[in-house]
T-cell receptor
């Protein structure tokens, strides 16, 4: 599945603790994305990256930060987790093609903040 | 801001019936993509439509892109239990490959 892995796959954490989710790709793609998925909201973009050290905000970036120090790794950090950040988090990469490109998704991380 | 609305949110059909989900954007899209997510899985790319009025078929699935490039539909003929899942449209406005996803249509198929 396009060589994308996410870790951890499941995590339970307490309110106020920092959490870092990792996305790793083996395909050397330039663009990477972090989404969260909640019932009734589809997939919402948190942050994305268009190269090493190049990142930008998505539509729901408050409370999240990202870093990309290597092409293959894109980290999502919740500085101080809140219950509203309980969600399923998906990482994706962009495989360019034609006029746009297809996004390939990782398996997801289910995060529960208690 | 840019929004992609998708309806219906849920659709329950008897096996063999047809199914359609619709997407509408508030502004003109660069292209639109469709993804399928099986229960417990991750979204999987199905197709990308780029041209105004474009129609593409994949076996029993027919995808259309409106003339104004603001709406799209996915039609499944004679549904099967393997079609179960949530179908998402995702609009691109040509901003770094960013996609705006619709809310998804969850399809259930009764055998």
């Amino acid at each position: 599945d396009a060589g994308i892995t996410q870790s951890p796959r499941h995590k339970v954490t307490e309110t106020g603790t920092p959490v870092t989710l990792r996305c790793h790709q083996t395909e050397n793609h330039r663009y990477m994305y972090w989404y969260r998925q909640d019932p009734g909201h589809g997939l919402r973009l948190i942050h994305y990256s268009y190269g090493v050290k190049d990142t930008d905000k998505g539509e729901v970036s408050d409370g999240y930060s990202v870093s990309r120090s290597k092409t293959e790794d894109f980290l999502l950090t919740l500085e101080s987790a809140t219950s509203s950040q309980t969600s399923v988090y998906f990482c994706a990469i962009l495989a360019p093609s034609g006029a746009g490109g297809e996004q390939y998704f990782g398996p997801g991380t289910r995060l529960t903040v208690t | 801001g840019q929004q992609v609305m998708q309806i219906p949110q849920y659709q329950h059909v008897q096996e063999g019936e047809d199914f359609t989900t619709y997407c509408n954007s508030s502004t003109t899209l660069s292209n639109i993509q469709w993804y399928k997510q099986r229960p417990g899985g991750h979204p999987v790319f199905l197709i990308q439509l780029v041209k105004s009025g474009e129609v593409k078929k994949q076996k029993r699935l027919t995808f259309q892109f409106g003339e104004a490039k603001k709406n799209s539909s996915l039609h499944i003929t004679a549904t099967q239990t393997t079609d179960v899942g949530t179908y998402f449209c995702a609009g691109s406005y040509n901003q770094g490959g960013k996609l705006i996803f619709g809310q998804g249509t969850e399809l259930s198929v009764k055998p």
